[in-house]
């Protein structure tokens, strides 16, 4: 039989000379250890069965780790958490992100909360499956640049730390590309936001917002209809699977949803974001070319342009790029109310947070 491997082990266990390198990837900055709790962290709890929530929770922690760790890149410059960091709400605070070597990304990194509600995943919706979600990034040619398949399960298997994660997490320390995008995608579900002040007020606690942020939430729902794409499910405000030309362009550089679909119907449409956090996801849309939300609304405001494939909603009754002319005021009274989705306790949570931690 073999030897059980308690977390206590991996609480004392400390790698040395985890390389950070530049994007060049020709020195080494900085070494790291790895520092999880003594006890399994509680990813998955609450209601759930007592065995199949140990075992999620143990799946989890590899995938946190493996989230966070710099060795999934080619060159071990960039991790997942290097462009989803958890105090933006798992975005990135950059119109693009940066890839392994240095070189941007096509699209903004979107921010993901309660991410196990949605079934289409990406701004153009590419992926349905969130263990495949995992992968994709890993094998990009900018993102992370691993192309040979059998290169990473080698490369993890190498690493010390990974042996008792993998052992705790499947019963073997046997490393393959499945159970790593299994393990991501498990950490990735667990993250869930329902703790903002718009929680609470919509629990019952109506002290929870003030008369301002119940204004914009009236305005949001009702006069500027925003909770016809952003739905109110599920006591929050989410896009699913909704595909919108919103008029960013009268002419599209990024046919989004199009280039997946082939369909021209679907040009310059992209995926209605989660709103979860939004606060704290700057910057916006799918090339992240809003600074500020009070930008994002002034492009409703003013700003909408006539493009082909431009959401009806959106157009007013002679059919043109609808100006929907929101006063100060009421940009106020909107920002106050999305402020209002910010989950300090998720964006906090320990659990959710880097375990590699550097060493001076």
């Given amino acids: 039989m073999k030897k059980t491997v308690t977390l206590l082990t991996l609480a004392v266990l400390v790698i040395a000379a985890y390389s950070c390198k530049k994007n060049t990837g020709t020195s080494a900055l900085k070494t790291s250890s790895l520092v999880l709790p003594a006890t399994t962290e509680q990813f998955y709890n609450g209601n759930m069965a007592g065995t199949w929530a140990d075992s999620m929770n143990k799946v989890a922690t590899l995938g946190k780790v493996l989230f966070y760790d710099g060795h999934l890149s080619i060159n071990n410059a960039v991790s997942c958490g290097s462009c989803h ?59 992370m640049g691993i192309t040979d398949e059998a290169y990473l399960p080698a490369k993890l298997s190498a690493l010390s730390y990974y042996t008792p994660l993998f052992m705790n997490a499947f019963g073997d320390n046997q490393v393959t590309n499945e159970r790593i995008s299994n393990a991501i995608a498990t950490f990735l579900r667990s993250i869930s936001s329902n703790n903002s002040r718009f929680d609470q007020y919509n629990n019952g606690n109506k002290e929870a917002m003030t008369a301002l942020e119940i204004q914009g939430m ?65 910057p916006y849309m799918h090339d992240g070319r809003y600074a500020t939300l009070n930008d994002v609304l002034e492009h409703y405001s003013h700003n909408i342009k006539s493009s082909p494939n431009l959401d009806p909603l959106l157009k007013d009754k002679d059919g043109k790029a609808r100006a929907m002319n929101i006063s100060d005021n009421e940009k106020l009274a909107i920002i106050a109310f999305l402020n209002t989705f910010t989950d300090y306790t998720t964006v906090a949570d320990p659990k959710f947070s880097n375990p590699f931690k550097v060493i001076d």
């Fill in 85 to 143: 960091k958890q105090t933006l709400g798992f975005a990135d605070n950059k119109t693009l992100s940066v890839g392994f070597e240095g070189r941007l990304t096509k699209r903004n990194s979107i921010g993901f909360n309660n991410i196990s509600f949605g079934t289409t995943l990406f701004w153009d919706g590419r992926e349905n499956n969130l263990a495949n979600l995992a992968l994709r990034p890993l094998t990009n040619h900018v993102e």
């Fill in 218 to 282: 009236s305005l949001f729902s009702t006069k500027y209809n925003c909770a016809s794409c952003h739905s109110s499910s599920f006591g929050g405000y989410y896009g699913f699977n909704n595909f919108k030309d919103i008029g960013l362009d009268e002419n599209y550089a990024d046919n989004g949803r199009g280039t997946v679909s082939a369909n021209k119907a679907d040009q310059g449409t992209f995926r209605i974001p989660n709103l979860r956090n939004v606060a704290l996801t700057a």
